[in-house]
């Protein structure tokens, strides 16, 4: 017997649910994807920041301290 796909033991395991129950188990899903991506994109900006922003900014200051024009 081979092993049934996540669709299949979907269908199998809520074959007796309302349509009504079916649509709130996809939404409850749908929301938990939603905050994981919500996550990824905060993690994503964040790392943004520190790996490029920063470095940028530190560099011109850098820049214009070598050329006399502020000093640090």
């Known amino acids: 017997m081979k092993n049934p796909t996540p ?3 979907f269908v199998d ?3 007796h649910w309302e ?3 079916i649509q709130l188990a996809q ?3 749908l929301r938990l994807i ?3 991506l919500e996550r990824n994109r905060s993690n994503t900006s ?3 920041w520190w790996l490029i922003a920063i470095p940028i900014i530190a560099a011109i200051l ?3 301290s ?3 024009a502020i000093s640090i």
Do not use: W
Request: proline fraction near 0%.
């Open 7 to 9: 669709l299949e033991k």
């Open 13 to 15: 395991n809520k074959k």
């Open 19 to 21: 349509e009504k129950h």
């Open 27 to 29: 939404l409850c899903q």
């Open 34 to 36: 939603h905050e994981k």
């Open 46 to 48: 964040t790392l943004v």
């Open 62 to 64: 850098l820049f214009m």
């Open 66 to 68: 070598a050329l006399g």
